[in-house]
């Protein structure tokens, strides 16, 4: 299995975006992602899901889950510890996609 560690550096660089806002289908807020120490990580797994998939999706999420690697298998066994990934186990679960809007610098 490969590591999130030698996944990261094969996506899009993402310097160029502030954060990035995800929306439920009702339009409430799912959340926001900001690039700082400690999301910049997922600012760039969910910036690569969304100019692949247009959105969330089911199918997106199993894909990040897959980016996200070991860390997946923490989130699984912790529950909380990485909101990101359980937001993708979310989407899932509930098979509704979330639509992203991005806040460039």
């Known amino acids: 299995m490969k590591k999130f560690s ?3 550096p094969t996506l899009e660089n993402a310097d160029h975006i ?7 289908t009702d339009g409430t ?3 926001v ?4 120490p400690g999301s910049a990580g997922s600012v760039r797994v969910y910036h690569h899901l969304w100019k692949k998939h247009g959105e969330i999706t089911p ?8 980016i996200y690697a070991e860390h997946t298998e923490n ?5 909380g510890k ?7 186990f979310g989407v899932i679960e509930s ?3 979330l639509s992203v809007t991005i806040t460039p610098l």
């Open 6 to 8: 030698d996944i990261l």
């Open 18 to 24: 502030q954060k990035i806002e995800l929306f439920n």
């Open 29 to 31: 807020s799912a959340g």
């Open 33 to 36: 992602i900001e690039n700082r």
């Open 59 to 66: 199918e997106a999420a199993k894909e990040g889950l897959k």
């Open 75 to 79: 989130a699984e066994s912790n529950p």
């Open 82 to 88: 990485h909101p990101n990934i359980d937001r993708l």
């Open 95 to 97: 098979n509704a996609p």
